[in-house]
């Protein structure tokens, strides 16, 4: 803080361009992150990015009995779930740090 008690321009230039150098490098991170969500004890599994996206679901066959399709899609639904949560708690830890950084920012409202 300069006298008077205005931020220093230079200074909050310098934190925010820090800032979005660390933004732009846990979304990279999280693009390249494999999450694995599963149900049933391992018998669906769902993998997908760290943003979100579904790469791929592998069902065991001991989960599929046709008297019982609701059984699996429950599986499924549980493995997509288990997957976003994952996904979910990566976004945090990683982008965490560089967005609780703009509280230093000294600008009202934040």
Same mark, same amino acid.
């Given at each position: 803080? +300069? ?5 220093? /321009?230079?200074? /909050? ?42 790469? *791929?679901? +592998? ?33 945090? *830890? +990683? ?16």
């Amino acid at each position: 803080m +300069r006298p008077g008690g205005q931020p220093n /321009l230079q200074q /909050l230039m310098k934190q925010a361009q820090k800032m979005q150098q660390q933004m732009v490098q846990a979304q990279a991170e999280l693009a390249e992150a494999e999450l694995v969500g599963t149900a049933g004890g391992g018998l669906v599994s769902v993998t997908a990015s760290g943003t979100g996206e579904v790469k *791929s679901v +592998r069902i065991d066959p001991k989960a599929v009995d046709p008297d019982d399709v609701e059984t699996l899609e429950d599986l499924v639904l549980a493995a997509l779930h288990h997957a976003a949560d994952q996904a979910r708690a990566l976004t945090e *830890s +990683r982008m965490g740090p560089a967005a609780g950084g703009m509280g230093g920012l000294g600008l009202p409202g934040m």
